[in-house]
């Protein structure tokens, strides 16, 4: 009897057992854990020659766009090709070609994308602006239309203006950052830009020096925005020891919050800036180093 009851009892212990080791498994991975979903997916359809760095941006539902430069795709030095998919992973259409403008290189896009998938594409295009390099964008529906023609950025033209990135706040407008190199011919060294547009594309602010760091060859620059348009730049610049990791915050009309300051409090030789990300919240988070840094900062910890 006793041993019948415990048969009975034991695989049901055994089940109790079972479901809370499945709900405690699904809960750490739902809070601990990204867990792939599908396989590996080639984004670009053409595939002659380079395909490479690729930017990706997503909408409220999850839809994105996949940007990258591509060699020759356009017939002559290098294009930037987009690709829209769904949340699910599934191609919207095939690629599209952003520049209008094929002559010489266009390199180095980044992309932002509003809650409904409306999107820009910013990247740097050769002898465009005529001299040298020069920052373009090209807005697009969510369907991959394009929106008006391609516009310049950068208002001082002289060398090269670069490295472009970009964020947008929850109602499409965006910031453009950029690397001018034009610093260069009033004894500065490169110039960190910024500019604002209005969510058709219009600009609010004229280009406006962030900073010029001396330090900042190899330079590259971020900028995150938050959902109301406040937005911070990170770039490096020499500190107390080679190269540190900088940052300063804007309002949403571009008037500075924070005065410029170091992420860094490790300073012995390079820190090298990487990334940029902001909360809805409006705090945000800075990373880069030669050894992996992340700092985190609050907004009113800045000002
Ligand atoms: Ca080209
Ligand atoms: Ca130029
Ligand atoms: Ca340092």
Redesign the pocket.
Known sequence: MGSKNYYKVKPLRNMKTLTILLFTFLASIAINAQVKIGTEIQVNTYTTDDQYEPKLASDAAGNFVVVWPSVLQDLDGEAIVAQLYDLNGSPLGGEIMVNTTTVDDQYSPDVAMDLAGNFVVVWTSA?Q??????VFFQRFNKFGVKLGGEVQV?Q???????HPSIAMDNNGNFAVAWV???GMLNGNTDDIMFRLYDNLGTPTTSETLVSSPPGGNFIRCDVAMGPTGNFVIGFHDLDSDGRGVFARSYDSTGIPISTLFQVNSYVTDHQEFSALAMTNGGDFVVAGGKMVMVVEFMPDSMI
Not at 129 to 134: L, V
Not at 156 to 162: E, N, P, R, S
């Open positions: 002898y602006d005529g001299d040298d390099d020069g950068n001082t033209t002289a060398l090269m203006q670069g001018s190199w034009s």
